[in-house]
């Protein structure tokens, strides 16, 4: 029997690692069976139109997602955008959910707001939580990519935990092919980068603690001087306090900012690269070192959350918050070449079992569930 199958691919390339899952989800239902997918998102998406999936064109607007909650406080039912399908699978939220009839599961990324309130504006973290408890409250089953994330899920709102999935999604597969050396050269010469670099693929948000890492770096190249430092992102939130701190350690020539940086352009990044430096204070799962442990490029990391529990033993991990922890890490895998190696090849090891056919199976496993 065939299951109509109703995807909500709401996140675009703004949405940043949202995105990439939303990619992967989608290319991991490929190797799925017994379904008839319809995505619902922008159908002038070439990364949707790709997949080729029929789309059904829904997008939801804050003013939309603003009716449909208040309608559901008011127990006013609005029109079920999704009425021909037997099931839903929403990769981001939409609140358009809370006016169907079809069982869904949608996926809770991560609690941030709880951890770092001052992060967000007051009506961002009221926001967040009302539309968290209601959809958790409604849905058939909660997805999440670790175990911490789950507890946090099941404490903050109630949920009983076999409603809560763990299903980690692996990255994009774009990165498990191999660069021939001149197209990593050609890379390296158009983009300027240095012989020796350490790689941090992050926007310049206040958690991504670029600033600390800037910190750490400057103590580091006293003892490796040909060491360099690169970044990706694009120019906004904290970037100029970020470049004032690059400028006033004195460090202009040691540290490089590509800004946005291509799909292709990024895989030989990761290749050329000495080692992945992650020093956010909060992940629920880090994309790039999923992308680092694909090509074998050695992980340093903190020790914060759920990066522990993604990480493993092919890592090296330091607190967040501590300068000397951050650069005693960096150290290790700078100064020894062999180690360095060897973390890398874990980290490829670890990424076998990751497979698009396997989290297919554990998707397929999930709907049925759910019928």
């Known amino acids: 029997m065939t299951i109509k199958l109703g995807v909500l691919a709401l996140a675009?390339?703004?949405?940043?690692?949202?995105?990439?899952?939303?990619?992967?989800?989608?290319?991991?239902?490929?190797?799925?069976?017994?379904?008839?997918?319809?995505?619902?998102?922008?159908?002038?998406?070439?990364?949707?139109?790709?997949?080729?999936?029929?789309?059904?064109?829904?997008?939801?607007?804050?003013?939309?997602?603003?009716?449909?909650?208040?309608?559901?406080?008011?127990?006013?039912?609005?029109?079920?955008?999704?009425?021909?399908?037997?099931?839903?699978?929403?990769?981001?939220?939409?609140?358009?959910?809370?006016?169907?009839?079809?069982?869904?599961?949608?996926?809770?990324?991560?609690?941030?707001?709880?951890?770092?309130?001052?992060?967000?504006?007051?009506?961002?973290?009221?926001?967040?939580?009302?539309?968290?408890?209601i959809l958790s409250g409604q849905a058939r089953r909660v997805i999440c990519e670790s175990q911490y994330v789950k507890t946090d899920i099941a404490r903050l709102f109630g949920v009983a935990k076999e409603r809560i999935a763990v299903i980690a999604a692996p990255p994009l597969r774009q990165f498990m092919t191999d660069e021939p050396d001149d197209r990593l050269q050609a890379v390296?010469?158009?983009?300027?980068?240095?012989?020796?670099?350490?790689?941090?693929?992050?926007?310049?948000?206040?958690?991504?603690?670029?600033?600390?890492?800037?910190?750490?770096?400057r103590e580091v190249v006293t003892e490796v001087p040909d060491l360099n430092l690169v970044l990706t992102g694009k120019k906004r939130d904290e970037y100029s306090i970020v470049m004032r701190a690059v400028s006033k350690f004195g460090l202009s020539d040691k540290v490089r900012h590509l800004g946005y940086v291509e799909q292709d352009d990024l895989h030989a990044i990761y290749k050329l690269a000495a080692a992945l430096v992650m020093p956010s204070l909060f992940e629920?799962?880090?994309?790039?070192?999923?992308?680092?442990?694909?090509?074998?490029?050695?992980?340093?990391?903190?020790?914060?959350?759920?990066?522990?529990?993604?990480?493993?033993?092919?890592?090296?991990?330091?607190?967040?918050?501590?300068?000397?922890?951050?650069?005693?890490?960096?150290?290790?895998?700078?100064?020894?070449?062999?180690?360095?190696?060897?973390?890398?090849?874990k980290g490829q090891d670890r990424m076998s079992a990751m497979t698009p056919e396997r989290y297919g199976a554990q998707l397929q496993d999930l709907l049925n569930e759910m019928r």
Request: proline residues 7%.
């Open 188 to 217: 390296r010469v158009r983009l300027l980068l240095p012989d020796n670099f350490l790689f941090y693929p992050a926007q310049f948000w206040v958690h991504k603690n670029h600033v600390r890492l800037i910190e750490a770096f």
């Open 284 to 345: 629920s799962v880090s994309i790039p070192i999923y992308e680092a442990f694909q090509v074998g490029t050695p992980v340093v990391a903190s020790n914060i959350l759920a990066i522990p529990e993604q990480v493993g033993d092919a890592g090296l991990l330091f607190d967040p918050r501590s300068v000397a922890s951050i650069k005693d890490a960096i150290l290790r895998i700078a100064k020894d070449p062999a180690a360095a190696r060897q973390l890398g090849k």
């Open 12 to 133: 675009g390339p703004d949405n940043g690692g949202t995105y990439q899952y939303t990619l992967s989800m989608l290319q991991a239902l490929h190797h799925t069976s017994g379904l008839q997918i319809t995505l619902y998102g922008d159908p002038q998406n070439p990364d949707l139109a790709e997949l080729g999936y029929p789309i059904c064109r829904f997008l939801e607007s804050r003013a939309q997602q603003l009716t449909a909650l208040i309608a559901h406080r008011m127990h006013v039912r609005l029109r079920d955008p999704f009425i021909s399908e037997d099931v839903l699978l929403a990769p981001i939220y939409s609140l358009a959910l809370l006016h169907t009839s079809k069982p869904f599961a949608y996926t809770l990324h991560d609690l941030q707001e709880s951890y770092f309130p001052e992060n967000f504006p007051w009506w961002r973290r009221i926001w967040r939580n009302q539309v968290y408890a």
